[in-house]
């Protein structure tokens, strides 16, 4: 009690104590908020031991911004999601399970030509358009003379 007391004193040296009681609770806020976010950016980032897991959920995540119901930017952002880690991180991402929305878009022909060549795109980043004998005969009915040039690239670099 005579500490707080001492606090509210108007000498000199109270002010003073006052001061570097304030400047020491500031200081000890500043560096705990500093540190949180630190501390919880570390505790988010997967460990190889939650690796598996959390590939798998980021892949169902994916698979539903693929969603037929989703909206055409939904579904342009699910299928960059496919390209940028297919690209980066290889066979740590199994996208094979998203392989028929990605078909879906591609040949649902009242999708814009951009929207299906990134769909074509992404197929490409999974594997899919190595061996794809459903792309190889789509040719002859594709609508869109600029997603059959596209197909037909993709198809010769297998």
């Known amino acids: 009690m005579t500490y707080l ?16 009681t304030l400047t020491a609770v500031v200081s000890v806020a500043l560096l705990m908020g500093l540190a949180a976010p ?27 911004l693929l969603d037929a119901s989703a909206t055409e930017e939904m579904q342009a952002r699910g299928m960059q999601l ?9 066979s740590t991402f199994n996208f094979s399970t998203v392989r ?19 769909a074509l795109s992404a197929l490409n980043a999974t594997g899919a358009v190595a061996n794809s004998q459903t792309l190889a005969q789509s040719i002859e009915d594709e609508p869109s003379e600029r997603v059959e040039r596209h197909l037909k690239i993709a198809l010769e670099e297998k």
């Open 5 to 20: 007391a001492s606090c509210f004193d108007t000498d000199a040296r109270s002010v003073s104590s006052l001061l570097r």
């Open 38 to 64: 630190a501390a919880q950016a570390q505790s988010t980032t997967p460990s190889s031991d939650d690796m598996p897991r959390w590939s798998n959920t980021f892949e169902q995540q994916v698979e539903r």
């Open 82 to 90: 496919v390209i940028e880690f297919s690209d980066q991180y290889g």
């Open 100 to 118: 028929p929305e990605l078909y879906d878009i591609l040949f649902n022909y009242t999708n814009s030509d951009d929207l299906r060549i990134l």
